[in-house]
Nanobody, 121 residues
Framework: VQLQASGGGLVQAGGSLRLSCATSGRSFSMYAMGWFRQAPGKEREFVAAINWSGTRRNYADSLKGRFTISSDNAKNTVYLQMNNLTPEDTATYYC???????????????WGQGTQVTVSS
């Protein structure tokens, strides 16, 4: 199983970005996909998670309303739409796969390489 995150970049405050996480070698055990982020000097933080059917979604409370996670089974890809970005959203964003829609990093067993998001003020 391999995860490839992409879509990061530099954006001004108030702007939007859509991150993608393409999976290869997907198996039945990959029930859930999650997005996490990590800023320099900070712990990895839960952002959002979804199951592949899209029937279960979970968001960090502080990000509800601005971030939307979605899945495309045909493309084996999960997306994270991020709107109204602020400098506090600056971080490396990681996608991961696991057996449950969970908020803790330890629940996910395969991680992508991360994509950098930088929001300028």
């Amino acid at each position: 199983v391999q995860l490839q995150a992409s879509g990061g970049g530099l954006v001004q405050a108030g702007g939007s970005l859509r991150l993608s996480c393409a999976t290869s070698g997907r198996s039945f055990s990959m029930y859930a996909m999650g997005w996490f982020r990590q800023a320099p000097g900070k712990e990895r933080e839960f952002v959002a998670a979804i199951n592949w059917s899209g029937t279960r979604r979970n968001y960090a409370d502080s990000l509800k309303g601005r971030f939307t996670i979605s899945s495309d089974n045909a493309k084996n890809t999960v997306y994270l739409q991020m709107n109204n970005l602020t400098p506090e959203d600056t971080a490396t964003y990681y996608c991961a796969t696991g057996g449950v829609v969970a908020t803790t990093p330890s629940s996910y067993y395969t991680w992508g390489q991360g994509t950098q998001v930088t929001v300028s003020s």
